[in-house]
């Protein structure tokens, strides 16, 4: 190609025609300087397809790591889903002496703590990434920052909030009862000890003290957390066209049952309905259609449910296993009953 041009010029100038060997010079140079900036543009559009896909990769692993996440924050859930009704019946004196000998994990109420670590290597390769994101790319980052960031803090300091108020009163025992060495060592309850649980009021402070820490603070940024993560895990896993994991992205169909209106007084009822794939509650005054209130619920098994506002669902079933109801709860202060509302009352 290059000697077929050459043999061009080289005629034109043979045959005298400068002008028209200069503009054809021009020409040849035109063309070759388009042809350069076409070659440039191929290579800037190969590294940022390049790019987009290196980035498409990383948060691939940020997908994976998020699951891992959720896995690890669910048990964190159901721990204290556990810990709430146990603390409940101790801060409202509802446990007798029989109920501590035949349920010793009475006594271990406040003297352990989970502790969930969250993983962030996926996200930390991430944030390290020195490629270019594309606007989605961009918008995603800097929300996961948000999740990692703040959130992922509040968890690792309520998580020590809990553990050191566990801690604390752990010491006190093993430094002021004398029966601890028994408890501990060989797992005997003399009545001492059960008499210390049931009237002692410094112990009802110190169970309230746990509730704070660690239904309050931890359970809270945990599910907080939790909630973050399956958002993004269900974005991420549509935006690049990922498989999902039916345990966290759940098939509403397999829990119609949930679905109905219900009511606990004489004020207010309450829907549980879908809305894009998601369940959510909706709170009304009674003969009033408009919606007050709109939380999201998150079904963890054909009977138990955790709610937005941080509380704790548990459906309850007639003689027929047909839904009748559900309780609400959170701590010593929450226990609530909800009726289910039949064709006639609806």
């Not at 969930?116 to 930390?124: G, P, T």
């Not at 704070?212 to 066209?241: D, P, W």
């Amino acid at each position: 190609m290059i000697k077929f041009f050459r043999n061009i010029r080289q005629n034109l100038l043979n045959e005298g025609k400068t002008t028209k060997y200069l503009k054809y010079a021009i020409g040849e140079i035109v063309l070759v300087v388009i042809g350069i900036l076409i070659a440039l543009q191929i290579n800037i559009w190969n590294e940022e397809r390049k790019s987009v896909d290196k980035a498409n990769n990383l948060l691939v692993q940020v997908q994976k790591e998020l699951l891992e996440n959720i896995n690890t924050l669910n048990g964190t859930i159901e721990y204290y889903r556990d810990k709430d009704s146990l603390l409940y019946k101790i801060l409202n004196k509802k446990l007798s002496s029989e109920d501590y000998k035949t349920r010793p994990k009475y006594f271990w109420v406040i003297m352990n703590v989970i502790n969930n670590q969250i993983v962030d290597d996926a996200f930390k390769n991430l944030i390290a990434f020195d490629g270019k994101f594309t606007p989605a790319q961009d918008s995603l980052v800097k929300d996961l920052k948000i999740l990692y960031g703040p959130l992922k803090e509040f968890v690792v300091k309520s998580h020590e909030m809990a553990f050191n108020s566990h801690l604390d009163f752990y010491n006190m025992l093993k430094k002021e009862k004398e029966w601890f060495y028994n408890f501990s060592s060989f797992q005997e309850y003399p009545d001492e000890m059960i008499n210390y649980y049931l009237t002692d009021p410094f112990y009802l402070n110190e169970v309230s003290e746990y509730e704070h820490a660690g239904l309050g603070n931890y359970f809270r940024s945990s599910l907080t957390f939790f909630m973050g993560s399956i958002y993004f895990y269900k974005k991420l896993t549509e935006q690049l066209k990922l498989e999902k994991d039916t345990l966290v992205i759940k098939d509403i169909n397999d829990f119609q049952h949930y679905i109905g209106r219900y009511s606990s007084d004489s004020l207010y009822n309450f829907t549980i309905a879908t809305e894009e794939n998601n369940f959510i509650i909706q709170t009304r005054k009674n003969n009033d259609s408009t919606i007050i209130k709109k939380d999201y619920l998150f079904p963890a098994s054909k009977t138990y449910f955790t709610f937005s506002d941080m509380t704790f669902g548990q459906l309850t079933f007639d003689e027929n296993n047909e839904v009748n109801g559900f309780i609400k709860s959170y701590g010593a202060a929450l226990r609530k009953e909800f009726k289910k509302l039949n064709n006639d009352n609806q």
